[in-house]
């Protein structure tokens, strides 16, 4: 069978998109629901510091753990079958985290909203390289992929605050995972009838790296998880079973015919570029606008709204930014790119630095937007750029790995950061401290991929692919 993917017609490249930005925003929604609705639902179930960071980190675990399976399941048994069922996983998981009536079943539906988030993230990158030409058409594709991150972290945001009633009847965190459920399901049939049906290739799947591989990702999540609380056996036994798993994983891949990632892949430096980049963004600031709100709300006393507004700052600069970008005569591309953008989120990390209880909202909101713009512009490359750098019928694998990449270094950053934030009394220092273990490891992350490409130009035309 050919490599080769047809693009679909205008009309259908339309639909496509349309129903893939809408699905990639509604992962965003689930992922940021229990980061404005936790100060309601722990006490509402009796969750205690241990299970208050599984809620937070459980739909990482599921991530981690299926999306570069979805991603391979797609090219291999049809991407739009694939990126169905995981919206049914999705509301599904919604569902029960609404009738949630312990913390741990909470927990468990929010590693299933993540399995089946993990195959819409995945295959819906894919659909939309298959369906569009590589040139402006995909750069206009990918740049309204990457502004549906920041819709959906903003609208996860807005969702919550508004029902978060004061109200005898009302929960405060119910309704948002009640609500999310319904339009998730809502959109599983206009989405099948909106996107084509590009067959899969029946290949041979290396399930002996895939299993290994995911078990690795898996046991990490839960480590980072598990060890927020402090470093304990348990801890202990799941970083040992990942360092286990990662090192089986590559001594597979050396013997299979037909390996997971294919070493040429690992060789080129714009998929390196791409997946370092994922992997950085989500290290730094996904970990610093993960607690913000935890800062603003308790550590300042602003309250729950007010917190929320430097995190909005930051989604909706970064949504303008991807939807700008195609208008620039030249479209950000191969490795140096990538490390420039990455110095424009170090630079916001930067900003924020001095806030204490009598500083000014704008300072954070401020920084936030600088921050923002250049992780849009982001989001918009990293998400063309997972696609380009790979043959087009492995375009679901490589927005797997690209997106694993992300929430592997989202549920270390986020875990580093609220580590650090803790060690000192005063919560002004703590955040301050780790603003700057932050911002490092950004800077670091664009230095590596700067060295990538030396040899590779810094942009290209945007009739490139």
């Known amino acids: 069978m050919s490599s080769e993917v047809k693009p679909t017609r205008a009309s259908g490249r339309d639909r496509t998109l349309t ?12 992922y940021v629901t229990p980061i404005a ?23 990482s675990v599921g991530l981690a753990a299926a999306l570069l ?8 048994r049809g991407r739009r079958r694939v990126y169905l069922g995981g919206l049914v996983l999705m509301g599904a998981g ?3 985290c609404a009738l949630a009536w312990e913390p741990w079943l909470l927990v468990g539906a929010r590693v299933v909203q993540g399995v089946g988030g993990a195959a819409v993230l995945a295959c819906g990158l894919a659909l939309l390289a298959g369906s569009t030409e590589p040139g402006p058409a995909r750069t206009r594709a990918t740049a309204v992929w990457g502004a549906s991150v920041g819709v959906g972290i903003t609208a996860g945001s807005l969702l919550a605050l508004a029902l978060d009633l004061d109200a005898a009847w009302a929960s405060g965190w119910r309704e948002t995972y009640a609500v999310t459920a319904v339009v998730v399901l809502a959109t599983v049939v206009p989405s099948r009838r909106g996107m084509p049906a590009p067959p899969g290739v029946h290949g041979r799947v290396d399930l002996a790296g895939l299993a290994l ?16 609380g402090g470093v304990d056996p348990l801890t202990g036994v799941l970083a040992v079973v990942a360092l286990a798993a990662l090192l089986g994983f590559l001594a597979v891949e050396r013997r299979v015919p037909a390996p997971l990632l294919d070493p040429v892949l690992l060789r080129d430096p714009r ?3 791409a997946t370092t980049g994922s992997l950085v963004l989500g290290l730094g600031i996904i970990g610093t606008t993960s607690y913000l709100p935890t800062l603003v709300d308790a550590g300042l006393d602003r309250g729950l709204a007010v917190a929320t507004v430097p995190v909005l700052g930051w989604s909706i600069t970064s949504v303008a930014a991807s939807v700008l970008l195609p208008r620039l005569r030249v479209a950000p ?3 140096r790119a990538i490390a420039v953008l990455l110095l424009g989120v170090a630079l916001g990390q930067l900003l924020c630095l001095g806030v204490s209880a009598g500083s000014a909202l704008w300072q954070l909101t401020g920084a936030m937007v600088v921050a923002g713009v250049a992780t849009g512009a982001l989001n918009a490359t990293l998400g063309r750029e997972a696609v380009a750098s790979v043959p087009p019928d492995r375009a679901a694998m490589g927005s797997g790995a690209n997106n694993t990449a992300r929430y592997l270094g989202a549920a270390c950053g986020i875990t580093l950061f609220a580590t650090v934030a803790q060690i000192p009394e005063d919560v002004t220092v703590g955040f301050d401290t780790a603003i700057l273990a932050s911002a490092g490891l950004t800077l670091l992350g664009a230095a590596t991929i700067a060295s990538f490409g030396r040899r590779r130009a810094v942009v290209s035309p945007s009739a490139s692919g």
Do not use: C
Request: glycine share 10%; charged share 5%; hydrophobic share 60%.
């Open 19 to 30: 129903w893939v930005a809408v699905g990639t925003a509604l992962v965003l929604v689930t």
């Open 333 to 335: 591309s191969g490795p």
């Open 213 to 228: 591989l995911s078990l690795a990702a898996t046991a990490l999540v839960a480590a980072l998880t598990q060890g927020r």
């Open 69 to 76: 399976a979805a991603g391979v399941a797609g090219d291999t």
């Open 94 to 96: 919604a569902a029960v």
């Open 37 to 59: 609705t936790l100060a309601r639902s722990a006490p509402d179930l009796g969750a205690g510091p241990a299970a208050q960071a599984w809620i937070l980190s459980s739909m």
């Open 271 to 273: 998929f390196r570029a």
